[in-house]
């Protein structure tokens, strides 16, 4: 794998071989990536994984013309080959007026913050191991767990390099460290499964493997015996496990594709109140150790923190370069790529913020509802908002936990849901996207 400063010195000699073969413009991204992981199950060493890989992608432009290629041979002949091919396939290629790099009047410059995302600790195997074994023995522990689908470690580094003709060079390289554990409670009919992982950039900042085991454990034993639940309308709450979800489903509708397509159920409502007054959604890649911390986004602009929502209110489009030409607007920095083909806009480290009671409090005058553990399927209509999804978790009844429920459908439309959403305050940091325990009233739940 090669260093950022090396991977630059790849990149410009890509970009060099595109000019001479006749390339108006170019961009080159560079990425790097090895990872070792330990699955061990009943005490048992079960795999271990090595996987390293690296990849430059090259993209060019002739006039309005572009076309993208991609190579693992990193040698400048195969990278000078591969620019060739690519402004080869781009003279073929149908005109589109919105392409082009991002405005060179825009793009980041350095030194670019330190974000503190790479760790120089580099756990051994016997470590992982180790690691991976102590997570799953602690789960195997609480009472009623009768079978383990195993435990698990990892440890990685990415390297990711980005040059443009325009001038933009910048790197980075940063680690990631899990650790993880399933299990099985119960027998016979009545068994039920469940998990439990961490992961974060630091290892000094990883969860201990005990406390990951015995959230496992406790999480697979408290599903037994779920309840019948008639159908009905109900208030619905989801835990922080799954209630990040519903931000994800904002992102991908405020992203500059789906609205210049208007293919989104938010298209018409830039500027307006999304989520009750005093809730917050941000962006935030200049998070320290954040899981997807960057300095500059995939097309070499400036990356900032950013309140989607502000106090309710839907405040801008996701936007990378070709979607903000389509609206006639300037990109946000939120563009994201791989070496494969151009770049998309998404988030980085993307929070719920603003909720102001606890969770207990938010279902006390619930007569009856459900807490959300988990959620199947991927039934939400991007189109119209339209949301049904398979789901399990624990009946509420006046106030209180009253047992598991299983195999239940939820369903509402995602602008009714937003409007009506309440906020816990027991928000935490634990993943690239994060949000508290909420509350969406007059759901409907469909039972047994």
């Known amino acids: 794998m090669l260093s950022p400063s090396d991977a630059l010195d790849r990149l410009d ?30 005490g048992q060493l079960e795999d271990v994984g090595r996987s390293e890989g690296e990849e430059v992608g090259i993209r060019v ?20 080959e591969a620019a060739e091919r690519a402004v080869m396939m781009a003279r073929l290629a149908p005109e589109d007026r919105f392409a082009g790099l991002a405005p060179a009047e ?17 756990p051994t195997a016997t470590e992982l191991k180790a690691r991976a074994l102590a997570a799953e023995d602690a789960a195997r522990a609480v009472a009623g767990i009768t079978n383990s689908e195993g435990g698990g470690a990892s440890a990685g580094v990415v390297v990711m390099a980005l ?17 993880s554990a399933s299990v099985v409670a119960g027998s016979g009919a009545d068994m039920q499964r469940d998990y439990a992982w ?32 008639a159908s009905g309308a109900m208030p619905v709450l989801f835990d922080p496990r799954v209630s990040s979800s519903l931000l994800g489903h904002l992102a991908g509708a405020i992203t500059g594709s789906a609205i210049a397509r208007g293919t989104s159920f938010l298209k018409d409502r830039l500027g307006q109140r999304i989520l009750p007054a005093g809730l917050h959604i941000i962006d935030d890649p200049l998070r320290p150790r954040g899981l997807r911390s960057r300095a500059f986004d995939g097309e070499g602009l400036a990356t900032h923190r950013t309140a989607i929502i502000d106090d309710g209110v839907l405040t801008t489009w996701l936007l990378d370069a070709a979607s903000a030409r389509q609206l006639g607007l300037a990109p946000t920095g939120h563009a994201s790529r791989g070496t494969s083909g151009p770049p998309g806009a998404g988030t980085s480290n993307l929070h719920l913020d603003g909720g102001t009671i606890s969770p207990a409090e938010l279902m006390a005058d619930i007569k009856q509802g459900v807490l959300i553990t988990e959620l199947i399927g991927m039934g939400v209509n991007g189109l119209t908002g339209d949301y049904s999804r398979g789901a399990s978790g624990f009946l509420i009844v006046n106030g ?37 325990t909420l509350r969406i009233d007059g759901m409907m739940v469909a039972g047994s």
């Open 13 to 42: 000699a890509a970009l060099a071989a595109a000019a001479r073969a006749g390339a108006d413009a170019a961009d080159a991204l560079y990425v790097g990536d090895g990872s070792t992981s330990i699955s061990v199950r009943l």
């Open 61 to 80: 432009f002739v006039g309005q013309r572009s076309a993208s290629v991609s190579s693992s041979d990193l040698s400048p002949q195969a990278l000078a």
């Open 106 to 122: 825009r793009l980041a410059s350095g030194p670019f913050p330190d974000l503190d995302i790479d760790d120089p600790a580099e």
């Open 163 to 179: 040059a443009t003709s325009t001038g933009f060079r910048g790197g980075k390289r940063s680690t990631s460290h899990g650790t």
């Open 198 to 229: 961490a992961s974060a950039r630091h290892l000094a900042d990883l969860e201990s493997p005990d406390a990951i085991g015995t959230r496992a454990g406790q999480r697979a034993v408290s599903r037994l015996n779920p309840i019948k639940l």
């Open 400 to 436: 209180e936990i009253a047992g598991p429920v299983a195999e239940i459908t939820i369903a509402g439309n995602l602008l009714a849901m937003f409007a009506q959403l309440t906020a816990a305050n027991d928000l935490a940091f634990r993943h690239a996207s994060n949000a508290p």
